[in-house]
């Protein structure tokens, strides 16, 4: 199995970027679709973006309203999610999942079955 460690989370103004990477740590994502979700304080978790197998899809929420990008490199396992022009609102635990049970960029939470231990993101207005 492919167990997700993220990385670079951190504090940023509002405005700024930052830059999120997802590993895979035992096995490979091969084959699985993977996406970052996040969990505000109070509030259940909720899907962000998400980026097929082949790297050629993506998904995003409807609120990152093409501040984002998502990318892989399945040479080396790893996934990005480029956050820009981050606003308060955006702060929040932003968690890396794998699905085995599908390849393509799904936004829903119940097929992704590998999930890391999250990495938090503060943005200060």
């Known amino acids: 199995q492919a167990q997700p460690v993220e990385s670079g989370g951190g504090l940023v103004q509002a405005g700024g970027s930052l830059t999120l990477a997802c590993a895979a740590s035992g096995r490979t994502f091969k084959s699985y679709a993977v996406g970052w979700f996040r969990q505000a304080p109070g509030k259940e978790r909720e899907f962000v973006a998400a980026i097929a197998w082949t790297g050629g899809r993506t998904n995003f929420a409807d609120f990152v309203q093409g501040r984002f990008t998502m990318s892989r490199d399945n040479a080396i396992n790893t996934v990005w999610l480029r956050m820009n022009n981050l606003k308060p609102e955006d702060t929040a635990v932003y968690y890396c999942?794998?699905?085995?049970?599908?390849?393509?960029?799904?936004?829903?939470?119940?097929?992704?079955?590998?999930w890391g231990q999250g990495t938090q993101v503060t943005v200060s207005s």
């Open positions: 999942a794998g699905s085995s049970k599908t390849s393509s960029p799904s936004e829903s939470h119940s097929l992704y079955d590998y």
